[in-house]
């Protein structure tokens, strides 16, 4: 035969299941609460057993020293078994069920004893205590046994102490008492044991169902697999408990979101604050693959629920990819402006051909000097007014492209901006977003333009782009800084509505604000004011200090 393989050998020690680990923890720590409670209760059950018995014929010793009678009778008669002192102290044994009443002098000599032969005799145990005026409750072995004991003084009617009562209970009649009840002890404690073992089952059984019956590596295996995975991939996971609270954030959505682990365990809209993007991840916005901002950062959400009442929400960063394509709009745009005035330049070839073959040199240098003096006069006006190279530089690029698409793109004579901004990048992204949005609306239209108004008042600059477009009616003017929101269809590189509310969370990011109105020539005009926008200049010095 074979040697049996390794996976139809016997498997030795605890099983594997989740639900048979649990069950016998279970049962076992219900057999040992059973064993130890009983155990608990024996242990004290004796020595209470004990203090009753004692305290019992205590109580029989005192009942019969305070028979005044036999104090007198203790005096004027004789020790005999048929003595006043012996028949009174067997009335009262056999009617208290005692195993002795014993009644003896201030010597220690019996008046009374179970035993008639032990009348007369000193008494086998020290009855000093009892005969010095102290009760005394003992346990211990005397000529009968042993047995639990009361003893007392017997006083006459003068309160003298003449001798001593002690009476014992039998000891055995104690222990018989205890070894009883041990039965119906066991019985509760098996029963409550039975208790303990089905309640364990049930607990189990809905552990097995909570588990799936995996095994206890396993669960430790999908946990380890689990860190790891959400640690590692490059979207953010973000899962939220049936109250809304934070529980989980993986790496990803910390550096998406701008938060840190201290987030979890608070509501989502602590940790984040209002906007489009707790609505998004608590639900309050429903859909798939939903446009969100979060600080410069342009976010694809997914929402999905759990079955415990919590979610699961997946982000995605898609900053690159909407500039990309924002920017492939834009090339897109030029090369559709481009064909449309492609009969134009050859046109234009054709007469400076035609001036060149005619030798009329200096017409033809004029007719450049038209065609190209346009496009320098404005980049020229555009470098003295904007002082920022990235700002004037955008502008003039902006201007070639608005002209290409025939709109003109004009900055206003008294517009004045010092090379002093602290923020370029964020307001490039502002006036790049406004003017491609003014551009859109312009273009097509009788006369189009589109002018970019930037002035500053101290630190502050204000940023006004109008066009000749048809305008935002007055009830959208707030809805248009939505996320997602968009009169245009969506472009093939994605979703549109996410320049205007980018513009206004860079505004409001520098404490400043972002708003629609009207122009005055008719169109949209946009305003934002960015208040601490330019660095502190360098102030003239005052005349205490010359």
Same mark, same amino acid.
């Given at each position: 035969?074979?040697?049996?393989?390794?996976?139809?050998?016997?498997? +030795?020690?605890?099983?594997?299941?989740?639900?048979?680990?649990? +069950?016998?923890?279970?049962?076992?720590?219900?057999?040992?609460?059973?064993?130890?409670?009983?155990?608990? *209760?024996?242990?004290?059950?004796?020595?209470?057993? %004990?203090?009753?018995?004692?305290?019992?014929?205590?109580?029989?010793?005192?009942?019969?020293?305070?028979?005044?009678?036999?104090?007198?009778?203790?005096?004027?008669? $004789?020790?005999?078994?048929?003595?006043?002192?012996?028949?009174?102290?067997?009335?009262?044994?056999?009617?208290?069920?005692?195993?002795?009443?014993?009644?003896?002098? $201030? =010597?220690?000599?019996?008046?009374?004893?179970?035993?008639?032969?032990?009348?007369?005799?000193?008494?086998?145990?020290?009855?000093?205590?009892?005969?010095?005026?102290?009760?005394?409750?003992?346990?211990?072995?005397?000529?009968?046994?042993?047995?639990?004991?009361?003893?007392?003084?017997?006083?006459?009617?003068?309160? %003298?102490?003449?001798?001593?009562?002690?009476?014992?209970?039998?000891?055995?009649?104690?222990?018989?008492?205890?070894?009883?009840?041990?039965?119906?002890?066991?019985?509760?404690?098996?029963?409550?044991?039975?208790?303990?073992?089905?309640?364990?089952?049930?607990?189990?059984?809905?552990?097995?169902?909570?588990?799936?019956?995996?095994? *206890?590596?396993?669960?430790?295996?999908?946990?380890?697999?689990?860190?790891?995975?959400?640690?590692?991939?490059?979207?953010?996971?973000?899962?939220?408990?049936?109250?809304?609270?934070?529980?989980?954030?993986?790496?990803?959505?910390?550096?998406?979101?701008? +938060?840190?682990?201290?987030?979890?365990?608070?509501?989502?809209?602590?940790?984040?604050?209002? &906007?489009?993007?707790?609505?998004?991840?608590? &639900?309050?916005?429903?859909?798939? %693959?939903?446009?969100?901002?979060?600080?410069?950062?342009?976010?694809?959400?997914?929402?999905?629920?759990?079955?415990?009442?919590?979610?699961?929400?997946?982000?995605? !960063?898609?900053?690159?990819?909407?500039?990309?394509?924002?920017?492939?709009?834009?090339?897109?745009? +030029?090369?559709?402006?481009?064909?449309?005035?492609?009969?134009?330049?050859?046109?234009?070839?054709?007469?400076?051909?035609?001036?060149?073959?005619?030798?009329?040199?200096?017409?033809?240098?004029? *007719?450049? &000097?038209?065609?190209?003096?346009?496009?320098?006069?404005?980049?020229?006006?555009?470098?003295?007014?904007?002082?920022?190279?990235?700002?004037?530089?955008?502008?003039?690029?902006?201007?070639?492209?608005?002209?290409?698409?025939?709109?003109?793109?004009?900055?206003?004579? !008294?517009?004045?901006?010092?090379?002093?901004?602290? !923020?370029?990048?964020?307001?490039?992204?502002?006036?790049?977003?406004?003017?491609?949005?003014?551009?859109?609306?312009?273009?097509?239209?009788?006369?189009?333009?589109?002018?970019?108004?930037?002035?500053?008042?101290?630190?502050?600059?204000?940023?006004?782009?109008? !066009?000749?477009?048809?305008?935002?009616?007055?009830?959208?003017?707030?809805?248009? *800084?939505?996320?997602?929101?968009?009169?245009?269809?969506?472009?093939?590189?994605? $979703?549109?509505?996410?320049?205007?509310?980018?513009?206004?969370?860079?505004?409001?990011?520098?404490?400043?604000?972002?708003?629609?109105?009207?122009?005055?020539?008719?169109?949209?005009?946009?305003?934002?004011?960015?208040?601490?926008?330019?660095?502190?200049?360098?102030?003239?010095?005052?005349? =205490?200090?010359?």
């Amino acid at each position: 035969m074979s040697p049996t393989s390794p996976a139809r050998r016997l498997r +030795l020690g605890l099983p594997r299941r989740v639900f048979s680990q649990v +069950l016998l923890m279970q049962l076992a720590i219900a057999a040992g609460v059973a064993v130890l409670a009983t155990g608990l *209760f024996l242990a004290p059950l004796g020595d209470q057993l %004990d203090d009753q018995a004692m305290r019992r014929a205590l109580a029989i010793a005192q009942t019969t020293a305070a028979q005044r009678q036999i104090a007198d009778d203790l005096r004027s008669s $004789k020790p005999a078994a048929d003595g006043p002192v012996q028949e009174e102290a067997e009335r009262i044994r056999r009617a208290s069920g005692a195993e002795y009443v014993v009644i003896m002098n $201030k =010597e220690g000599v019996r008046w009374s004893h179970t035993d008639q032969d032990q009348i007369g005799q000193v008494v086998s145990t020290d009855p000093s205590d009892a005969l010095a005026g102290r009760e005394v409750m003992e346990i211990d072995d005397g000529t009968l046994g042993r047995s639990a004991r009361g003893k007392v003084p017997l006083r006459d009617i003068d309160g %003298d102490i003449v001798g001593a009562v002690s009476v014992g209970i039998e000891y055995d009649s104690v222990r018989a008492r205890l070894v009883h009840a041990i039965p119906g002890l066991f019985a509760y404690a098996g029963g409550a044991l039975a208790v303990g073992a089905l309640a364990a089952y049930l607990i189990s059984r809905r552990v097995q169902r909570q588990t799936r019956d995996l095994a *206890f590596s396993d669960i430790s295996a999908l946990l380890a697999e689990r860190e790891a995975m959400l640690h590692s991939i490059r979207e953010g996971v973000v899962a939220l408990d049936r109250a809304g609270r934070v529980r989980l954030l993986n790496d990803e959505a910390q550096r998406l979101l701008g +938060l840190g682990a201290e987030a979890i365990g608070q509501p989502l809209d602590t940790a984040l604050g209002p &906007g489009r993007t707790t609505d998004v991840l608590a &639900g309050r916005v429903t859909g798939t %693959d939903l446009l969100t901002v979060r600080g410069q950062r342009v976010l694809v959400a997914n929402r999905m629920p759990t079955d415990d009442g919590g979610a699961v929400a997946t982000l995605r !960063d898609r900053t690159e990819l909407e500039q990309l394509g924002r920017e492939l709009d834009s090339t897109r745009g +030029l090369i559709d402006a481009l064909r449309a005035q492609d009969h134009e330049h050859a046109n234009r070839m054709h007469t400076l051909l035609g001036l060149l073959e005619l030798e009329m040199y200096e017409e033809a240098a004029e *007719f450049v &000097g038209e065609v190209a003096g346009a496009h320098r006069v404005t980049a020229e006006q555009i470098t003295e007014k904007i002082g920022d190279p990235l700002l004037a530089a955008l502008l003039v690029g902006k201007a070639t492209v608005a002209a290409e698409r025939g709109v003109v793109l004009s900055v206003p004579r !008294d517009t004045a901006l010092p090379d002093r901004l602290i !923020d370029p990048g964020g307001l490039v992204t502002i006036v790049g977003n406004l003017v491609d949005n003014a551009l859109d609306a312009a273009a097509g239209t009788a006369h189009a333009r589109v002018e970019v108004d930037v002035r500053t008042e101290g630190r502050a600059v204000v940023l006004r782009v109008r !066009d000749t477009g048809p305008g935002v009616p007055s009830g959208q003017r707030e809805t248009i *800084f939505t996320e997602g929101w968009s009169t245009k269809e969506p472009p093939a590189h994605g $979703k549109r509505g996410i320049g205007l509310a980018l513009v206004r969370r860079l505004a409001e990011r520098q404490g400043g604000s972002a708003r629609a109105g009207a122009a005055p020539e008719g169109g949209a005009e946009f305003t934002v004011v960015l208040p601490e926008a330019l660095a502190q200049s360098e102030l003239a010095p005052t005349e =205490e200090a010359r």
